[in-house]
């Protein structure tokens, strides 16, 4: 789980994992995304951090 966590927190995908908040168990869909985000190539993972920062960057949410 801390694997999953660090991940997540990383890309800032699921902002409720941070620290200090009170944790939830994933959904069988977000499981499926983080298997799906180890099983990316290095290169891969780089390029979805630049990504989800330029979606960060330009949403009004």
């Known amino acids: 789980m801390a694997k999953i966590q660090g991940i997540t927190e ?3 995908i699921f902002p ?3 620290s200090g908040r009170k944790r939830r ?3 069988s869909d977000e ?3 983080v298997e799906r985000y180890r099983e ?3 290169g ?3 390029a979805m951090r630049y990504l989800v920062d ?3 960057s330009v949403s009004r949410f």
């Open 44 to 46: 891969d993972r780089i």
């Open 54 to 56: 330029a979606m960060r």
């Open 31 to 33: 499981l499926k995304l």
């Open 10 to 12: 990383m890309l800032g």
């Open 25 to 27: 168990r994933l959904s």
């Open 16 to 18: 409720c994992l941070g």
């Open 40 to 42: 990316l190539s290095e």
